[in-house]
């Protein structure tokens, strides 16, 4: 194969298999010559990236390219090379998961000092923070949807469950809380529908990929009570509700903690469904906080520090599976929430099939 990137980029669509694309990008890695690498990636980019329609060979080789650079000890300035003309403000996501997944914050200082996008900048904070680790650089942009966030993890978020990459795949967790169900002991209490569209929006943004990039269905709808609503009565209020995703049960939902929940949702809006990829962490964490703030019922805009406690005031309970209504493969929320004066509930199902 003729090693010059153009020409490497002008042939991609000729060939029925990449593995060579790969197999010269990671020779030339291994030989030290990472500035081949990030040159590859750009002309490959330059001449398919732009497409509204890129061709599998370029989707295939591009991604080993930047996998192999972003995850490489030591190549982080020529992965930032890469990265500052080929990535945007969505695939900034997905490099910085990768950043973070493969470096310490010591080292990820150079997307700080290098050629990078706020965008990435932004995002590489937050993936370095789900990781428990500080960058120690000055840099901040208060102007970020991701600035609302708090600036470490929180007693709510505990340890998030986080992707593992190498260089041909990885893995992540899918939502699922193995929970004890309820006893069906209590009476249905009157109920009436409050949901507002912007707040079923609300509700669902951690799981909003879920619908707008695989196959799954949301159901996000809140709901006020005349009177408190005893612990025993929350399953057969729920049957009540005429939710479609809790239409004839086949068990109770099970009581969950305020933490279990906010890493649930995360795992959703992160990792994604059945046929997407997610958010990745740094936006999973602020979508995964979005929902949560809506579940509790914080009006918009309210500091981080008071949906927590807002968040670990309310009775949080766990549905998913006990319906037909839910695929019941792998990737499955439902959620039932109860505010602390037991007046208010707020339902979140959301269910993806392959």
């Known amino acids: 194969m003729n090693e010059d990137p153009r020409a490497i980029a002008t042939r991609l669509t000729e060939l029925d298999d990449v593995t060579g694309v790969w197999a010269v990008a990671g020779r030339r890695l291994e030989a030290g010559d990472a500035a081949f690498v990030a040159g590859l990636g750009i ?76 965008e990435l900048r932004a995002c590489v904070r937050q993936e370095s923070i789900l990781r428990s680790a500080e960058i120690g650089h000055p840099w901040n942009a208060p102007w970020h949807p991701l600035a609302w966030l708090p600036p470490a993890l929180t007693p709510l978020e505990g340890r998030p469950g986080l992707p593992s990459y190498h260089v041909n795949g990885g893995s992540r967790d899918t ?7 309820a006893r069906r002991s209590g009476t249905a209490q009157p109920a009436r529908a409050t949901t507002t569209e912007a707040e079923s929006t609300a509700i669902g943004t951690a799981v909003a990929n879920w619908a707008e990039g695989s196959n799954g269905r949301i159901e996000a709808r809140t709901f006020a009570l005349d009177a408190e609503l005893p612990p025993d009565a929350l399953p057969a209020t729920l049957v009540s509700l005429g939710l479609k995703s809790y239409h004839k049960p086949k068990s109770s939902p099970g009581p969950c903690s305020a933490t279990q929940a906010w890493q649930q949702l995360f795992l959703a809006a992160s990792g994604g469904g059945a046929y997407n990829d997610g958010d990745y962490g740094a936006y999973g964490r602020l979508f995964a906080w979005q929902s949560v703030a809506a579940l509790v019922g914080a009006p918009p805009e309210t500091p981080a520090s008071e949906v927590e406690a807002m968040a670990l005031a309310s009775s949080w309970h766990w549905f998913a599976g006990t319906t037909k209504w839910f695929d019941d493969v792998a990737w499955d929320i439902g959620l039932a929430v109860v505010s602390p004066d037991r007046r208010r509930l707020a339902v979140l199902a959301a269910t993806d099939t392959d």
């Open 43 to 118: 002309a490959m980019w330059q001449r398919h990236g732009q497409d509204a329609n890129p061709p599998w060979q370029y989707r295939s080789a591009f991604d080993h390219v930047l996998r192999l650079l972003a995850l490489a000890p030591g190549r982080i300035d020529e992965a930032l090379r890469l990265m500052a003309v080929t990535i945007d403000r969505r695939r900034a996501r997905y490099a910085a998961s990768l950043l973070a997944s493969a470096h310490s914050a010591d080292e990820l200082t150079q997307v700080f000092r290098g050629p990078a996008s706020d």
């Open 175 to 181: 939502p699922g809380l193995a929970v004890t169900p």
